[in-house]
């Protein structure tokens, strides 16, 4: 689970916003409701703990892991001024619907994430650090 954020002066508030931004895409479902292993990217937008907005895009690797239903999945997402790489588990808790945590390291911090698969594409939700994002991930 290695992490790194590089920011500019927008301070811890970003760097939490973005892990939990990475976090929530860490978890992002696939085409198929039973694999997400695979390669996802998109875009979307996170909430600053300040309550500002700024525009995002994420890459996301899923593995399976655990068991029926467990995946592992790497993420790096980028605004136009941070960019962080950050870990998570998640487990698919039926139909097309996933839900799991995540974690940065560097930084300390954790939340929670949720996935809706819908055919080739997912949406992403995941809160945590003070901030908030949201997604819409396809399978590269």
């Not at 997400?36 to 996170?46: E, V």
């Not at 899923?62 to 487990?91: D, E, H, I, P, W």
């Amino acid at each position: 689970m290695r992490s790194s954020i590089h920011a500019s002066t927008n301070g811890r508030g970003m760097r939490s916003a973005l892990a939990a931004l990475g976090a929530v895409l860490l978890s992002a479902g696939a085409a198929q409701a039973a694999d997400l292993a695979g390669s996802w990217s998109g875009s979307g937008s996170i909430m600053l703990p300040s309550g500002a907005r700024e525009n995002a895009r994420c890459n996301v690797s899923y593995s399976k892991s655990g068991g029926a239903g467990g995946y592992t999945a790497f993420a790096t997402c980028a605004t136009k001024s941070a960019r962080v790489t950050q870990s998570a588990k998640l487990r698919r808790v039926g139909g097309n619907a996933y839900e799991g945590s995540f974690y940065n390291n560097e930084y300390n911090v954790s939340g929670s994430m949720s996935v809706t698969v819908s055919g080739a594409s997912q949406s992403v939700y995941l809160s945590g650090g003070g901030g908030e994002a949201s997604f819409r991930l396809s399978r590269r």
